[in-house]
């Protein structure tokens, strides 16, 4: 009993319906009581105005009740009883006899309504006395049968007898269809999950829009499945292209180890081979590290030491660093403008970022070639604008450097020892830093990367 699936959308109407149930009793039940108490009410008051008539009517002589030839009864729709004082002998009456014993009239009971129960009926009987001189002379009781109270009440049970059940039914059937109606996007929600978890990630529920609950969970679902599509995507392809990067390496140490290994060589030979390894060891070494920095950086972007950085001094560094190889190419690299400036980061971190974009533009200038270095003030901002005027990038490769193992000139790059990792990197660092970084380049002309950065003081996310 344990897995017993119950749809929520019986569970939901079987609550509505429990409730709906209590209210319609409570308000028949209302209004049965008060429909009762409203005739019976209008009985008393009946009954009052018609005792109050008779008594003013009777013939009372120097203390005694002249009973005339006709009881006060006598042609009207009166049913009621004269009694004497205090020996209680009847004098006039047209009443059972046993509605006058049930309600045995005495000072006691005088000017009180009672509801008397006689075999086949129901009456509602009433009392007063009659007083002359202070004196009391007689009793008047008066009584109605309740008959117009049965048969409203009876009238009314019937209605409620056949509504309840009526009602009942027409909420049971309109809240499963409601429920059904409003609950089918999350039938399919279901259906559509189960798909994906077997792995089809296309499935999207596309529903029309409607802003309610459902229609932003079905919105929400959606955007969460892009995501994940997107997500495994990438990884897919980042798996794909890095072993792709790995193999040639791999192929070329393969190859220069069995050359090696097969014939007798020379020391030089051993030697060069050797070197060759070595290079292709380097540029793995490089690879992987590069991956593992991707890597760790898709699933966390803390770990950061933020702390603020005189970024003058910073590119100085960089600078000096990388001049020797700049100037192997006879290519000149220099600072042009460099203003005071003060960014918060981390220091490991933009160094990479400023460390690969001005390496790039030392492996992507020709011989006597020059790099030219801004750092300016804009606003909230640091720009730091990396110029060339080396051999630049065409506009249908320029959408796409930043994207993993991306290389215009696949050889040319390997050649310098690159994976097409390096501008994605820095993309990544700019991005968690709260910057940006944009490229204007022109074929054989040069490029520009500038580099956009949150001065000191500003709080991003
Ligand atoms: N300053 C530049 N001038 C011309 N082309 C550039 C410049 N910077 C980058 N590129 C092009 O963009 C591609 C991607 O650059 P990225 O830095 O990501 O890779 P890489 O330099 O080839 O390798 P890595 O940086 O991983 O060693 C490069 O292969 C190159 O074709
Ligand atoms: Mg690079």
Known sequence: MKNLYFPIKFKLTLWYVLLLLIVILIFSITIYFSL?????????????????????????????????????????????????????????????????????????????????????????????????????LGILIFAQPLNFLDIAMKNLSVIIYIMIPLIIIVAVVGGILISNYVLKPIDRMTKVAREISMGDLSK?????????????????????????????????????????????PIAVIQSQAELSLSSSNTVSEYTKALSVILEEAKYMGKLISNMLFLARGDNKADNLQMENLNLSDLIEGIVSELKPIAENNNIKINIVKNEPSCIKGDQTRITQLLYNIIENAIKYTLPEGNIKLYIENHDKYIKISVQDNGIGISKEHLPHIFERFYRVDKARSIKNGGSGLGLSICQWIALIHGGKIEVFSEENKGSTFIIWLPSCGVTHK
């Open 36 to 136: 009762q108490k409203m005739i019976i009410n209008n009985e008393d008051i009946l009954l009052n105005t018609q005792i109050k008539q008779t008594i003013s009517s009777l013939d009372i002589e120097n203390g005694v009740i002249k009973l005339s030839e006709e009881p006060f009864y006598y042609n009207s729709s009166i049913y009621g009883a004269l009694l004497s004082y205090p020996d209680m002998k009847i004098l006039e009456s047209n009443l059972p006899k046993d509605i006058i014993n049930k309600y045995s009239p005495d000072l006691k009971t005088i000017g009180q309504y009672k509801t008397i129960y006689t075999s086949k009926e129901k009456w509602r009987v009433y009392s007063s006395s009659i007083y002359s001189n202070n004196k009391i």
């Open 204 to 248: 999207r529920l596309n529903l029309p829009y409607t802003n309610d609950e459902i229609g932003r969970l079905a919105q929400t679902f959606d955007i969460m499945i892009d995501k994940l599509d997107d997500s495994f995507k990438r990884q897919r392809q980042f798996t794909h292209d890095a072993s792709h990067e790995l193999r040639t």
